[in-house]
Structures are given as structure tokens and as C-alpha cells.
């Protein structure tokens, strides 16, 4: 019931920013537009170059590496529903109230570098592997991101919550 009452918090939360970011000056809200940014940073560098720019279709910004337009990031890329079913998981399985603050601090942190790392390793496939980008953008790399919420969610469990303390 914890983490049904938690992320349908979360969820309406994050729902009324989306709707209130419509025309705020990032593109198409500020943590997508903070990610696109961000990816852009870390492929330039690697030596890419690497540009975001607001697509002028639809709500997300296009991603071009090397002068080729690879892909975009969404509302979805970044990692913050991700981060609303981690921080829901472990609200419903929490331990001491400050052990369970700082591992959803630290465990959304690492979710979220993790999902940049994501994007980058991901617009790098793309770029050089193009044959190989739905096996990639749909399988291989939303198993990684999901992978680690879910070893995340296994490491709390059996190390810090009150429910493995409970039924030990």
C-alpha cells in the first residue's frame, strides 16, 4: 500500500510539473532539457561534436553527433519516472529515516548519471552501429537502467529495511 500511495504521489507531482513547464523558457521541461544538455557536455567530451536542439515537431530535443541527426530525448529519457519507482520501493520497504533519506538521495543521483551514461553510450551505438539501434534503444539499454533499480531495490532489501530485519 506504501508504494502504491508513494508513487501515486510522485506520479501527480510530476505530472502538474510537466503540465506547468509548458512554455517555460527549457525546452520541453527542465530536467529533459537539463539531461539533453548535459549528454550534449559529455559527448563533446569524448571528441564528439555533439548538438541538442529543440525539436520544432514535438515536445523533446533533437540530438545530432557529428552533424547527423541520431535521435531525441524526450520526457521519458530523463529518468525521473525511473526514479519515482525506485523512490517508491524503497519508501515501501524503509529502514531508519535517515539510512533510508540518503540511499534514495544516493540511489536517484546514481540513476540519474547512469541514465546520462545511458544516452551517451546509446547516441555512440547509434552513430556507429546504426543496424543495431532498435536491438539497442529497446532492449540492452532500458535493461541496464532497469537492471540497476533492480539491484538497487535486492542491495535495500537485504541490507537496510526493516522488512529483512523483520523476516530474517
Not at 529533459?32 to 569524448?46: G, M, P, R, Y
Not at 531525441?72 to 529502514?95: D, K, W
Amino acid at each position: 500500500m506504501t508504494f502504491l500511495v508513494v508513487y501515486v504521489v510522485l506520479s501527480v507531482f510530476y505530472k502538474l510539473y510537466l503540465q506547468y513547464s509548458d512554455g517555460s523558457k527549457f525546452y520541453p521541461d527542465y530536467v529533459t532539457n537539463l539531461v539533453a544538455i548535459q549528454s550534449q557536455e559529455l559527448l563533446q567530451s569524448f571528441g564528439y561534436q555533439a548538438q541538442v536542439l529543440p525539436h520544432p515537431d514535438e515536445p523533446s530535443m533533437k540530438l545530432i553527433l557529428n552533424g547527423e541527426y541520431l535521435g531525441r530525448i524526450i520526457e521519458g529519457c530523463n529518468s525521473i519516472s525511473v526514479i519515482i519507482l525506485f523512490v517508491s520501493f524503497i519508501a515501501a520497504f524503509s529502514g531508519k529515516l535517515k539510512t533510508t533519506f540518503f540511499y534514495i538521495l544516493s540511489g536517484s543521483v546514481l540513476i540519474y548519471i547512469v541514465n546520462l551514461l545511458r544516452i551517451v553510450v546509446l547516441t555512440v551505438g547509434l552513430y556507429h552501429y546504426p543496424e543495431y539501434g532498435d536491438v539497442l534503444h529497446t532492449v540492452i539499454f532500458p535493461a541496464i537502467i532497469y537492471g540497476m533499480v533492480f539491484l538497487l531495490w535486492i542491495f535495500w532489501v537485504n541490507r537496510f529495511s526493516k522488512f529483512n530485519k523483520k523476516h530474517a
